[in-house]
Nanobody, 123 residues
């Protein structure tokens, strides 16, 4: 199983980026998916999660109303649309997969991790 994150880069404050996480294997449609991030010197933190059917989503408070997680089971890909970016969003973003029917939420055991993609937001 491989999770390949992409779409990171440099953005200005107020700008947007769209992250993608393409996966291999037939596990995707049966797994909850999510995004985490880790800023320098900080612990990895949960950002957003989505259920395997995309029927439910969950966001950490700091990104609610700005970020949107979605998935395309036909492409085995999960996305994170990030709008109104701020310098506080600067981090390495990781996609994750969990064997759960519901949305991947904080505390859900993650079974697979992607390699991370750097997001840098300048002020």
């Amino acid at each position: 199983v491989q999770l390949q994150a992409s779409g990171g880069g440099l953005a200005q404050a107020g700008g947007s980026l769209r992250l993608s996480c393409a996966t291999s294997g037939r596990f995707f449609s049966g797994y909850g998916m999510g995004w985490f991030r880790q800023a320098p010197g900080q612990e990895r933190e949960f950002v957003a999660g989505i259920s395997r059917s995309a029927g439910s989503t969950y966001y950490t408070d700091s990104v609610k109303g700005r970020f949107t997680i979605s998935r395309d089971n036909s492409k085995s890909t999960v996305y994170l649309q990030m709008n109104s970016l701020s310098p506080e969003d600067t981090a390495v973003y990781y996609c994750a997969a969990a064997n759960t029917r519901g949305a991947l939420i904080p505390g859900t055991p993650v079974e697979y991790w992607g390699q991370g993609t750097q997001v840098t937001v300048s002020s």
